[in-house]
């Protein structure tokens, strides 16, 4: 599976942003995904997961109530939806799946992953 993220950017506080995973070379579905982000200096960060039916979802506290995962199957694509962003959450955002059907929070967990999307939050 290869995947491919987009949809990051400049936005100012407060501001919003959608970054999208488009997933090619087999089946999106079997696998969960998640969302991480890695600023300089600083380890990678889970953000959120959602398993492969997307019927559960999962948040770390940095992302509750501002960031929204999902997916789309069909598409083979997943997304992660970001309100009130600030700018601590100025970073590369990447996505990843993982050849099991339920969310880890640990990087090595996960052994597809995108190429990272900018995203840039000015004060």
């Known amino acids: 599976v290869q995947l491919q993220a987009f949809g990051g950017g400049l936005v100012q506080a407060g501001g919003s942003l959608t970054l999208a995973c488009a997933a090619s070379?087999?089946?999106?579905?079997?696998?969960?995904m998640a969302w991480f982000r890695q600023a300089p200096g600083k380890e990678r960060e889970f953000l959120a997961g959602i398993t492969w039916r997307g019927g559960d979802t999962h948040y770390a506290a940095s992302a509750k109530g501002r960031f929204t995962i999902s997916r789309d199957n069909a598409k083979n694509t997943g997304y992660l939806q970001m309100d009130s962003l600030e700018p601590e959450d100025t970073a590369v955002y990447y996505c990843?799946?993982?050849?099991?059907?339920?969310?880890?929070?640990?990087?090595?967990?996960?052994?597809?992953w995108g190429q990272g999307t900018q995203v840039t939050v000015s004060s």
């Open positions: 990843a799946a993982r050849g099991s059907s339920t969310i880890a929070t640990i990087p090595d967990r996960y052994i597809y």
């Open positions: 070379g087999d089946t999106f579905s079997p696998y969960a």
